[in-house]
């Protein structure tokens, strides 16, 4: 049986918590920030945890992370 290959753009994407949880960078936040509020841009800052419904797909992806 042949190594499984890791999908290496949601390598890039996603970590693994201590716990096992998988962290992600919110969206939004690349351009056209002149009209989101201060507070609005600051929360997309902090990182968020993937839905538990992807969850499946996403360590299917990442098997090695």
């Known amino acids: 049986?042949?190594?499984m290959k890791t999908k290496k753009?949601?390598?890039?994407?996603?970590?693994?918590t201590g716990t096992g949880k998988l962290k992600?960078?919110?969206a939004y936040k690349s351009?056209?920030?002149t009209k989101?509020?201060?507070k609005r841009k600051r929360n997309?800052?902090?990182p968020a945890m993937t839905d538990a419904t992807n969850?499946?797909?996403m360590k299917?992806?990442?098997p090695y992370l």
């Not at 753009?9 to 693994?16: G, M, N, P």
């Open 1 to 3: 049986m042949p190594k």
């Open 9 to 16: 753009a949601a390598a890039k994407r996603f970590k693994v």
């Open 24 to 26: 992600r960078a919110k």
């Open 31 to 33: 351009h056209i920030l």
């Open 36 to 38: 989101k509020t201060t």
């Open 44 to 46: 997309l800052r902090k």
């Open 55 to 57: 969850v499946k797909n």
């Open 60 to 62: 299917k992806i990442l």
